[in-house]
Nanobody, 122 residues
């Protein structure tokens, strides 16, 4: 069992940056792959990025490649999402997730945080 708490969301102008953090409870953080998803109003939740247990490999949705970076510090039980060059369409609730059941790219993950709102304004 792991509990996830996201932070770092807020209001930012288009072109700006934000860094999201996700703190995990428990001593087994390093055994979980971690991911970030987002859900905009009226849309389904979608994959944003994922990182393997050691941080050796990362995966991104095409719409964030080159703009977002996922990273983790296992000693701090924390995963990050650095978001640069933000666009209006990045506005969504961003969720942290742990331990994918199968593919990183779908929403079948075991554990979820409560989400943090990111709003990009013009």
């Amino acid at each position: 069992q792991v509990q996830l708490v996201e932070s770092g969301g807020g209001l930012v102008q288009a072109g700006g940056s934000l860094r999201l953090s996700c703190a995990a409870s428990g001593r087994t953080f390093s055994t979980y792959a971690m991911g970030w998803f987002r859900q905009a109003p009226g849309k389904e939740r979608e994959f944003v990025a994922a990182i393997t247990r050691t941080g050796g490999s990362t995966y991104y949705a095409d719409f964030v490649k080159g703009r977002f970076t996922i990273s983790r510090v296992n000693a701090k039980n924390t995963v990050y999402l650095q978001m640069n060059s933000l666009k209006l369409e990045d506005t969504a609730v961003y969720y942290c997730a742990a331990d994918p059941l199968s593919s990183y790219y779908n929403t079948g993950w075991n554990y979820w945080g409560q989400g943090t709102q990111v709003t990009v304004s013009s």
